[in-house]
């Protein structure tokens, strides 16, 4: 008998004769916590899907052990049942459902076919309160809670369903940071009482901090397993990359040149909640060839204010936009790419990409005039241009006509990427252009910033990375609770800076 | 692995799929018609064949348009409603007040196109999902028409009407428009192969290149040769083709036709990439008017008369085919050629089961029956669940 809670030995699964994983293995003793890494693409969520039993027992090759006996199970009803519970990055949660009535989904309590709410939603307070968490409603709908709320209230249907083994993917991707605290912190107290956890994260602070060993996997292959101790944040780095990532961000020289836009007095109002303010009179000026970084928390209005001068913004707004010292108007995302303005948006699934479209089509969507006479379109001028772009940013895919959804995630963005760069913007807004997105497509992308900050685009970048912020940015703009907190040139500027101005504890800085 | 590798070549060729399956069902009612004292079969014959294809065209003109309306994501209720109205208009027009042609027709068109815009506007500007309005756009429309006509038939329309229904072209036309066709099919082959080599990209083997374009060439001197051996190509069947064309070119080749799946593959998307995404679902409603318009013109014409009941239930025909098709649910995905040999499917169905005296009833089980066969093995061929 192994003291081993989980073995996955040589698991190897392809799809359409591609090799997807290749003879990898993970172990996971009770009561540790695995950090789980690799770039976009690596197997990660393939070896996870292979363990849940999304890809049932005989799809795949190998062997997995789970409290020293073989599981061979064929639907995730059999694997949750055995205590392995996932959570994904993307929250599976029924909005308008209640609390109580999430974490029972599938397992409802009920006397004689009719629901017992009573004891639903007692039992539903009691795993919250193991949980440490004594301010969710759990006759309330899912839908009042924040992101870091409902991923708390996934943890607690896990535990109700007796797990012993929890699989947490990207689980703080869209958290607030104190979110994030609170549930690093949970996680800790689960695996004192005996919980064993696999947590995979791009964020390899959370992953040192969290993790008792560390496996690393590469293009399908196992890289190594390693105690935390005998790692550090860049080793780990360097084992994903397969090479020495000495500097993360390749700084280049550009020359910054006149105000090319300014906004004045920005304000936005909540959609669904019309009395609230989310941007409270925001005015900055951006130049020529700059790169602007706006910082915050998670919440702080951010994106509001960046599709506010796109003309994406849905709910009310008010304030005004100078282009080059003339004032613009700007109705509709339509009107923002005439004037020069392009955006990258926050969530890229939901209004990046056209999923079932090609790579190519995706990428020359806005500027389709550009190769047409009369509507027609000249198709091969069209993918002429597309092959062109696919080889400068380096797109993996085996085909342009290949449907976008198809490619891993920082291929996806470079490509939402090309779209934007494409009509030749003066400015460029991203709005968290590297979430989601591995090591390599991260630098490559850094490289695009700078490429264009040459050619003198504006660019306009909110991250919530700080490292980020700081590591590109010629100047950087703090915003906290909708308000402007801080407009600093990025020099021996610091995290805490920036951090403590978000928070509003300083004002004057720097 | 031959299993998978047939199954992946069907879902890349959904086209080939269906025209197999039209083949089934054409050897089933050939076989179930044949006539052992004469030697052939009712349902084999050019003149069941014209009559087939009359019967599809009115049903196609209208999945043509659906199409576009599906793959933006919308649906449209009204059109067989809409039909009857421009049809009895058209009518009207005609029977009544005399109008000359042209004049009908142009007005019926602008008509139709004035009313789609109507549906589309609602839908695209004011927010009103397009099953309500066009829900809504059923109820007033066919209540339209039973005021305009009193609830009687209009009749009896002009011969030159007539002629857009029921008419043939002489033979040496449909031999002339046959050859247009197929040189200028010709013509954009090596244009395409030109171009394609211009920016160095690959090009198929000239052999596969040309047993293609001779594989084409056949198909249409066969359908050409069988029309006019009974009384040439059937007015209705050309405009169809016309109509066929130019959907098809508009999908495939402009940009109009990229934004309309664009779309229907994320709107919000769409949006952000500086597309006037109203604007396009607008006029995709505004085609369909117009192609409503094209139908109540043929469906008038054909039955000689103006009749309150047109079109009952035409759009559920043309919603049918664009899903028989392999149009998804979701937008996004379809062809106006699959729409089309839905169409034929369903109108191949109709006229067999006629011919072999089926009831009435029966006729529309089965057809309910194979439209849901038919999608899942759509489903079950592309591998993934539609929802």
């Given at each position: 008998?192994?003291d081993?809670?989980?073995?996955?030995?040589?698991?190897?699964?392809?799809?359409?004769?591609?090799k997807?994983?290749?003879?990898?293995?993970?172990?996971?003793?009770?009561?540790?916590?695995?950090?789980?890494?690799?770039?976009n693409?690596?197997?990660?969520?393939?070896?996870?899907?292979?363990?849940?039993?999304v890809?049932?027992?005989?799809?795949?090759?190998?062997?997995?052990?789970?409290?020293?006996?073989?599981?061979?199970?064929?639907s995730?009803?059999?694997?949750?049942?055995?205590?392995?519970?996932?959570?994904?990055?993307?929250?599976?949660?029924?909005?308008?459902?209640?609390?109580?009535?999430?974490?029972?989904?599938?397992?409802?309590?009920?006397?004689?076919?009719?629901?017992?709410?009573?004891?639903?939603?007692?039992?539903?307070?009691?795993?919250?309160?193991?949980?440490?968490?004594h301010?969710?409603?759990?006759?309330?709908?899912?839908?009042?809670?924040?992101?870091g709320?409902?991923?708390?209230?996934?943890?607690?249907?896990?535990?109700?369903?007796?797990?012993k083994?929890?699989?947490?993917?990207?689980?703080?991707?869209?958290?607030?940071?104190?979110?994030?605290?609170?549930?690093?912190?949970?996680?800790?107290?689960?695996?004192?009482e005996?919980?064993?956890?696999?947590?995979?994260?791009?964020?390899?602070?959370?992953?040192?901090?969290?993790?008792?060993?560390?496996?690393?996997?590469?293009?399908?292959?196992?890289?190594?397993?390693?105690?935390?101790?005998?790692?550090?944040?860049?080793?780990?780095v360097?084992?994903?990359?397969?090479r020495?990532?000495?500097?993360?961000?390749?700084?280049?020289?550009?020359?910054?040149?006149?105000?090319?836009?300014?906004?004045?007095?920005?304000?936005?109002?909540?959609?669904?909640?019309?009395?609230?303010?989310?941007?409270?009179?925001?005015?900055?000026?951006?130049?020529?060839?700059e790169?602007?970084?706006?910082?915050?928390?998670?919440?702080?209005?951010?994106?509001?204010?960046?599709?506010?001068?796109?003309?994406?913004?849905?709910?009310?707004?008010?304030?005004?936009?100078?282009?080059?010292?003339?004032?613009?108007?700007?109705?509709?995302?339509?009107?923002?790419?005439?004037?020069?303005?392009?955006?990258?948006?926050?969530?890229?699934?939901?209004?990046?990409?056209?999923?079932?479209?090609?790579?190519?089509?995706?990428?020359?969507?806005?500027?389709?005039?550009?190769?047409?006479?009369?509507?027609?379109?000249?198709?091969?001028?069209?993918?002429?241009?597309?092959?062109?772009?696919?080889?400068?940013?380096?797109?993996?895919?085996?085909?342009?006509?290949?449907?976008?959804?198809?490619?891993?995630?920082?291929?996806?963005?470079?490509?939402?990427?090309?779209?934007?760069?494409?009509?030749?913007?003066?400015?460029?807004?991203?709005?968290?252009?590297?979430?989601?997105?591995?090591?390599?497509?991260?630098?490559?992308i850094?490289?695009?910033?700078?490429?264009?900050?040459?050619?003198?685009v504006a660019?306009?970048?909110?991250?919530?990375?700080?490292?980020e912020?700081?590591?590109?940015?010629?100047?950087?703009?703090?915003?906290?609770?909708?308000?402007?907190?801080?407009?600093?040139?990025?020099?021996n500027?610091?995290?805490?800076?920036?951090?403590?101005?978000?928070?509003?504890?300083?004002?004057?800085?720097? | 692995?031959a299993?998978?590798?047939?199954?992946?070549?069907?879902?890349?060729?959904?086209?080939?799929?269906?025209?197999?399956?039209?083949?089934?069902?054409?050897?089933?009612?050939?076989?179930?018609?044949?006539?052992?004292?004469?030697?052939?079969?009712?349902?084999?014959?050019?003149?069941?064949?014209?009559?087939?294809?009359?019967?599809?065209?009115?049903?196609?003109?209208?999945?043509?348009?659906?199409?576009?309306?599906?793959?933006?994501?919308?649906?449209?209720?009204?059109?067989?409603s809409l039909?009857?109205?421009?049809?009895?208009?058209?009518?009207?027009?005609?029977?009544?007040?005399?109008?000359?042609?042209?004049?009908?027709?142009?007005?019926?068109?602008?008509?139709?196109?004035?009313?789609?815009?109507?549906?589309?506007?609602?839908?695209?500007?004011?927010?009103?999902?397009?099953?309500?309005?066009?829900l809504?756009?059923?109820?007033?429309?066919?209540?339209?028409?039973?005021?305009?006509?009193?609830?009687?038939?209009?009749?009896?329309?002009?011969?030159?009407?007539?002629?857009?229904?029921?008419?043939y072209?002489?033979?040496?036309?449909?031999?002339?428009?046959?050859?247009?066709?197929?040189?200028?099919?010709?013509?954009?082959?090596?244009?395409?192969?030109?171009?394609?080599?211009?920016?160095?990209?690959?090009?198929?083997?000239?052999?596969?290149?040309?047993?293609?374009?001779?594989?084409?060439?056949?198909?249409?001197?066969?359908?050409?040769?069988?029309?006019n051996?009974?009384?040439?190509?059937?007015?209705?069947?050309?405009?169809?083709?016309?109509?066929l064309?130019?959907?098809?070119?508009?999908?495939?080749?402009?940009?109009?036709?990229?934004?309309?799946?664009?779309?229907?593959?994320?709107a919000?998307?769409?949006?952000?990439?500086?597309?006037?995404?109203?604007?396009?679902?607008?006029?995709?409603?505004?085609?369909m008017?117009?192609?409503?318009?094209?139908?109540?013109?043929?469906?008038?014409?054909?039955?000689?008369?103006?009749?309150?009941?047109?079109?009952?239930?035409?759009?559920?025909?043309?919603?049918?085919?664009?899903?028989?098709?392999?149009?998804?649910?979701?937008?996004?995905?379809?062809s106006?050629?699959?729409?089309?040999?839905?169409?034929?499917?369903?109108?191949?169905?109709?006229?067999?089961?006629?011919?072999?005296?089926?009831?009435?009833?029966?006729?529309?089980?089965?057809?309910?029956?194979?439209?849901?066969?038919?999608?899942?093995?759509?489903?079950?061929?592309?591998?993934?669940?539609?929802?």
């Amino acid at each position: 008998m192994s003291d081993f809670l989980l073995e996955m030995k040589n698991i190897s699964k392809s799809f359409s004769g591609v090799k997807a994983l290749d003879r990898i293995h993970l172990e996971v003793r009770r009561g540790e916590c695995v950090g789980l890494c690799g770039e976009n693409g690596a197997g990660k969520s393939t070896l996870m899907k292979v363990l849940s039993a999304v890809y049932p027992y005989g799809s795949w090759e190998g062997e997995i052990l789970w409290e020293g006996r073989e599981l061979k199970a064929s639907s995730i009803r059999e694997t949750e049942k055995a205590g392995i519970a996932i959570i994904h990055q993307e929250l599976m949660m029924v909005p308008h459902l209640s609390v109580a009535e999430n974490i029972f989904l599938g397992s409802e309590i009920s006397n004689h076919g009719f629901l017992d709410y009573d004891a639903m939603n007692a039992r539903a307070q009691e795993l919250l309160a193991k949980l440490n968490v004594h301010d969710i409603n759990p006759a309330l709908p899912v839908l009042n809670y924040s992101g870091g709320k409902q991923q708390l209230i996934e943890i607690a249907k896990a535990l109700n369903k007796n797990a012993k083994l929890l699989i947490l993917d990207e689980p703080t991707s869209a958290l607030t940071a104190t979110e994030i605290r609170t549930l690093l912190d949970l996680i800790k107290g689960l695996k004192a009482e005996g919980l064993a956890c696999v947590y995979i994260s791009h964020k390899l602070e959370e992953v040192a901090e969290i993790s008792d060993t560390v496996t690393v996997i590469r293009d399908g292959t196992h890289i190594g397993t390693r105690p935390i101790g005998e790692l550090t944040t860049a080793g780990i780095v360097t084992m994903m990359v397969g090479r020495e990532m000495k500097n993360l961000y390749p700084k280049e020289d550009h020359d910054i040149g006149e105000v090319v836009l300014e906004a004045r007095n920005i304000s936005c109002w909540d959609v669904t909640n019309p009395e609230r303010k989310v941007v409270d009179d925001v005015s900055f000026k951006i130049r020529k060839g700059e790169i602007l970084g706006i910082a915050g928390l998670v919440g702080a209005g951010r994106t509001e204010l960046v599709s506010t001068l796109f003309g994406a913004y849905h709910g009310t707004h008010k304030g005004s936009a100078y282009l080059e010292g003339k004032e613009i108007t700007i109705r509709s995302p339509r009107d923002a790419v005439k004037a020069g303005i392009c955006m990258v948006p926050e969530d890229r699934k939901r209004s990046g990409i056209l999923p079932i479209i090609g790579v190519g089509h995706n990428m020359t969507i806005s500027v389709l005039n550009r190769f047409a006479a009369f509507g027609l379109i000249d198709e091969h001028e069209e993918l002429a241009q597309i092959q062109g772009e696919i080889l400068r940013l380096k797109i993996k895919t085996a085909d342009p006509m290949l449907p976008i959804a198809s490619l891993s995630g920082g291929n996806q963005q470079k490509a939402v990427l090309s779209k934007m760069m494409l009509p030749d913007p003066r400015i460029l807004i991203l709005d968290e252009p590297t979430r989601g997105v591995d090591v390599g497509a991260k630098y490559e992308i850094y490289k695009l910033i700078f490429a264009l900050a040459k050619a003198g685009v504006a660019v306009l970048m909110v991250s919530s990375e700080l490292t980020e912020v700081l590591g590109i940015s010629d100047r950087v703009l703090v915003i906290g609770e909708g308000r402007l907190r801080g407009d600093f040139v990025n020099d021996n500027l610091t995290q805490e800076h920036v951090l403590a101005a978000a928070l509003g504890q300083t004002t004057q800085m720097a | 692995m031959a299993n998978i590798n047939l199954r992946k070549f069907l879902s890349e060729n959904k086209i080939v799929a269906l025209l197999i399956v039209v083949c089934l069902i054409w050897a089933l009612f050939g076989y179930l018609t044949f006539n052992t004292d004469t030697g052939v079969s009712g349902f084999l014959t050019a003149r069941n064949f014209s009559n087939l294809l009359r019967q599809m065209a009115i049903t196609g003109i209208l999945a043509a348009a659906m199409v576009f309306v599906i793959v933006a994501g919308e649906i449209d209720l009204s059109v067989g409603s809409l039909l009857g109205l421009l049809g009895g208009i058209a009518a009207i027009l005609d029977a009544v007040y005399g109008w000359p042609l042209a004049g009908t027709i142009s007005f019926v068109l602008l008509a139709g196109a004035a009313l789609g815009l109507m549906n589309g506007w609602l839908t695209a500007y004011l927010g009103i999902p397009s099953f309500i309005v066009t829900l809504g756009g059923q109820l007033a429309f066919r209540g339209s028409v039973l005021g305009l006509t009193g609830g009687i038939t209009i009749a009896p329309v002009s011969p030159s009407l007539r002629y857009i229904g029921q008419g043939y072209l002489p033979g040496w036309l449909g031999n002339g428009c046959a050859i247009a066709l197929f040189v200028l099919l010709l013509f954009m082959a090596f244009r395409t192969r030109r171009k394609r080599l211009q920016h160095s990209l690959r090009v198929p083997t000239p052999v596969m290149e040309a047993t293609r374009l001779v594989g084409i060439g056949i198909l249409i001197l066969g359908f050409v040769l069988v029309l006019n051996s009974y009384q040439g190509i059937p007015v209705p069947v050309l405009v169809l083709l016309f109509v066929l064309g130019i959907f098809t070119i508009i999908a495939k080749g402009t940009v109009f036709g990229r934004y309309i799946y664009a779309v229907g593959s994320n709107a919000e998307a769409t949006r952000l990439s500086g597309v006037n995404v109203n604007l396009v679902k607008m006029v995709v409603f505004g085609l369909m008017g117009v192609m409503a318009a094209l139908a109540g013109l043929t469906t008038t014409a054909r039955l000689a008369a103006g009749t309150p009941s047109a079109g009952f239930g035409g759009e559920l025909d043309a919603i049918a085919s664009c899903f028989i098709g392999g149009t998804s649910m979701r937008g996004g995905v379809g062809s106006v050629i699959g729409a089309l040999v839905g169409a034929l499917i369903m109108a191949s169905l109709d006229n067999g089961m006629s011919m072999l005296g089926v009831d009435t009833f029966w006729q529309q089980i089965i057809k309910g029956i194979i439209l849901v066969i038919a999608v899942y093995l759509d489903i079950i061929s592309s591998g993934v669940k539609r929802l």
